[in-house]
């Protein structure tokens, strides 16, 4: 009976998190196809770095594209390293993302070429690698540890986007996004003694 019981909780995870990462990428598409009929108005709500009230924009940056290729690049590892991230829990996802979004916004804001605009979940993408990454070692939990490495795997090759090697994609956001997933394995780690549990 246990076991069926954790069947069904397992399968119901799934298709809540496959629905809630379905649900995310179409509202991308739609906030870009929304952009480009209004003639890009909503670039605006990008982050222009060191003016304060930028720091509005922290949020909604990470939903917003500069463009259908933008939005498209980002998608499929978006949906993939989120439904993962998702199958742990929906309250400590939404804390990592989060956490991750507030992270690389600010280190954008900080850090980024003045009279540049930055926007795009490609910093959310870094973040939850980096979770997803470190969250088995945190945790003490193999199948995480094995996770994290098919995670490796699949797409260790996105690191080279925290260099700063093309004028034109914001690095400083793939790497503050990255630093903040590695944060959020620590802050929201499984629950043992003396950890924050969500």
């Not at 498209?72 to 390293?81: D, E, F, I, T």
């Not at 925290?162 to 394995?185: E, K, N, R």
């Amino acid at each position: 009976m246990t076991g069926i019981r954790n069947s069904a909780t397992a399968r119901a995870r799934a298709v809540t998190a496959g629905a809630l990462m379905l649900g995310w990428v179409a509202l991308l598409w739609l906030l870009e196809g929304v952009d480009t009929a209004t003639g890009h108005a909503l670039d605006p709500y990008g982050i222009s770095p060191r003016e304060p009230a930028e720091l509005l924009d922290v949020v909604p940056s990470a939903f917003l594209h500069s463009g259908w290729d933008h939005v498209a690049s980002n998608s499929v590892p978006l949906l993939v390293l989120g439904f993962i991230a998702a199958l742990a829990g929906l309250r400590r996802f939404a804390c990592v993302v989060l956490t991750v979004i507030v992270t690389g916004g600010l280190g954008v804001w900080l850090t980024a070429p003045p009279h540049t605009v930055t926007l795009g979940a490609s910093g959310v993408v870094f973040g939850l690698f980096g979770y997803l990454l470190v969250r088995g070692f945190v945790d003490r939990r193999p199948l995480d540890i094995v996770v994290g490495v098919v995670i490796a795997a699949l797409y260790g090759s996105i690191l080279w986007g925290v260099l700063p090697t093309d004028s034109g994609v914001s690095w400083q956001g793939h790497l503050f996004g990255l630093v903040g997933g590695v944060v959020a394995a620590f802050v929201f780690r499984r629950p043992r003694t003396g950890a924050v549990t969500v």
